[in-house]
């Protein structure tokens, strides 16, 4: 049995992710804001997101990122699962997971009985529909806040950016110079801004060659030196917030649901990741899925009915009406090993770097300060 023996759940309403956009409203005086994580009041924020920076990652390599081991700083719980999509839209929302209902990298849309894939969202399926609750943004914005979210513009009109990023006016940015210099100007705007810096590459790095390689801790360099000249350019009364959507382990095991055809017994749709898997079972068949996977898996793998993850928190409060999104069985790895699908998701099956379950490694973030 694996030394990791009960899942860290995140720590929603008390230091998750979802709770940082309510504690920013509050600490700039927007109506309905809950400042739960204490941040001091000032007229002025800016976050700055670096995609994978996980919280132990950080810790473990202090000599790549001296300006940010220099901040003070807690660590917070992603969500889960612990992932890129389902993190944006807590942070966007300020809601938790089964709230804003962007469950995971692939999940159920219940409209179409087929895996939406919430990164490259197609055409047939609203945003506006598909998460309807307003955005920390929008509401900032009807406060009379300035709100500008600062990315790359190949993101501006994408379908998760229309979901969790609406109510910001989105400044595309594709070089570090241009997220700084763009991050400056839309902190200078107004007499009170709130301003968004995302940045992917240190994640897609990780996927590709391993958090922790020499190509990661290069990555990391930069990724350092872009908070530290972001915090030389904030000007007086903003407080900069550097945090992240994920953690990220390079799992050596694979367990091939495409090789290994009893998994895929009883699944009428595999959903997720590789870390974090929805398995929406085909009518009657969850016990007996339930079953086979704790029996071939569970001594590497979490393997929960949709009810047993709800009840146990794993998704925060819960929208009923989301519920069909979650998987009626979910299969989350917590020894060094990932459900992969060689044939159905190739690429996806032969990364490196991996993150969605909630081992400290995936879930904790950090949720780092600086001041003007």
């Not at 899942?7 to 956009?21: E, M, Q, T």
């Not at 047939?124 to 509401?139: C, G, H, I, K, N």
Request: glycine share 10%.
């Amino acid at each position: 049995m694996n030394a990791v023996a009960t899942p860290s759940v995140p720590h929603y309403g008390s230091g998750a992710l979802a709770d940082l956009a309510p504690s920013v409203l509050a600490a700039l005086r927007v109506p309905g804001g809950h400042n739960v994580l204490e941040l001091p009041e000032l007229p002025r924020a800016c976050v700055l997101l670096i995609d994978g920076l996980g919280w132990e990652l950080l810790r473990a390599h202090p000599e790549q990122a001296p300006y940010l081991s220099s901040l003070p700083g807690r660590p917070l719980t992603a969500g889960f699962p612990a992932t890129t999509v389902t993190s944006l839209g807590s942070l966007g929302t300020g809601l938790s997971p089964a709230m804003h209902g962007l469950l995971g990298y692939q999940i159920r849309n219940p409209e179409t009985g087929r895996l939406l894939n919430c990164l490259r969202w197609p055409d047939e399926v609203d945003p506006l529909t598909f998460q309807p609750a307003a955005t920390a943004y929008s509401r900032a914005a009807e406060a009379g806040v300035s709100v500008a979210y600062v990315a790359s513009g190949r993101h501006k009109d994408s379908g998760l950016s229309r979901a969790v990023n609406r109510g910001a006016d989105y400044l595309p940015a594709d070089s570090l110079g241009q997220l700084v210099a763009h991050a400056e100007h839309a902190l200078r705007l107004g007499d009170r801004a709130y301003v968004t810096v995302y940045h992917p590459d240190l994640d897609s790095t990780g996927h590709v060659y391993g958090a922790g390689s020499s190509a990661w801790r290069h990555q990391l360099r930069f990724v350092d030196a872009l908070a530290e000249q972001l915090a030389g350019v904030l000007p007086a009364g903003t407080a900069m917030y550097v945090t992240a959507d994920h953690g990220m382990v390079n799992p050596i095991e694979r367990v091939d649901v495409d090789e290994v055809t009893v998994l895929r017994q009883g699944v009428a749709l595999l959903g997720g990741e590789p870390r974090a898997r929805h398995l929406y079972t085909e009518p009657g068949a969850t016990p007996d899925v339930l079953a086979t996977w704790r029996e071939l898996l569970g001594d590497q793998v979490w393997v929960f009915s949709r009810e047993e993850a709800v009840a146990a928190g794993w998704f925060g409060p819960v929208a009923e009406e989301l519920l069909p999104r979650i998987g009626d069985v979910l299969a989350v790895p917590y020894g060094n090993v990932a459900i992969v699908a060689t044939g159905a998701e190739p690429l996806e099956s032969g990364l490196i770097g991996m993150h969605g379950s909630m081992t400290p490694a995936e879930q904790l973030v950090p949720l780092l300060s600086a001041s003007a």
